[in-house]
């Protein structure tokens, strides 16, 4: 399993090596403590992030481990605005995890759509999100597909002492429901309070809250010291 993680890195890392301009690319890292349902356990974070006036691209790799627990989630982003309607953009998110908490084997997800920029204002921005998504809930054994429609609201707000970020974002189950009816919404609540040299104490809490009553819902909250600076490599 360690091996085929890595080699999905590799795979959703190469759009970045093709990235043969100027623009920095930013990276951040993060380690701390984690915390679900009473148990604490421990978690790392790594990011690489580049924003131009028109393009995003953002790759992310998550993980903690609470006992014989554990949660690993890869995803990447990408999404370009619209020249003539630069209010409105396209995106693609591809994403892997694994969370053994609330019993998901490895799981393949990707989703894409139109965004819309609702407010953008001198201290953050208010976006929105409709797409078409799918996912694998079982990617190694199997190819069956579950398709939703996919909706999103997400805030990020920056204050003199600190920064915070939203996002709320509802998959509504399309499909065929064959075990169960996999609709859920996924809450992210972000808290992060600057120091100097790029270092940072963050608070992060996120929630997966199916509609099915015969799933687990899956939450935690994490505590951590975090770093964010240049990526020196060049592509």
Request: glycine content about 6%; proline content about 1%.
């Amino acid at each position: 399993m360690n091996r085929l993680f890595f080699g999905l890195i590799l795979v959703m890392a190469s759009p970045l090596f093709a990235q043969a301009d100027s623009i920095a690319w930013k990276q951040y890292a993060r380690g701390g403590m984690a915390n679900s349902d009473s148990l604490n356990g421990g978690f790392g974070y790594y990011r690489l992030n580049r924003q131009t006036e028109n393009t995003f691209r953002d790759l992310r790799l998550f993980a903690y481990g609470l006992k014989k627990d554990s949660f690993v989630y890869l995803r990447y982003k990408s999404s370009d605005k619209y020249a003539t309607r630069p209010q409105f953009y396209r995106y693609t998110i591809t994403s892997y995890r694994k969370n053994t908490r609330a019993n998901v084997a490895l799981q393949y997800h990707f989703n894409q759509g139109f965004g819309m920029f609702v407010n953008q204002y001198n201290n953050g921005l208010i976006n929105t999100e409709l797409g078409h998504a799918f996912d694998m809930s079982d990617y190694l054994n199997e190819t069956r597909k579950t398709s939703y429609i996919k909706t999103g609201l997400f805030w990020d707000h920056d204050s003199n002492r600190f920064s915070t970020k939203l996002e709320l974002e509802y998959f509504k189950q399309i499909s065929e429901v064959v075990e169960n009816n996999l609709s859920r919404m996924q809450y992210m609540l972000e808290l992060i309070v600057p120091f100097k040299n790029g270092l940072s104490f963050n608070i992060n809490y996120e929630m997966e809250d199916y509609m099915s009553q015969s799933l687990t819902d899956a939450s935690s909250l994490t505590f951590a010291l975090g770093w964010q600076g240049d990526l020196k490599w060049t592509f």
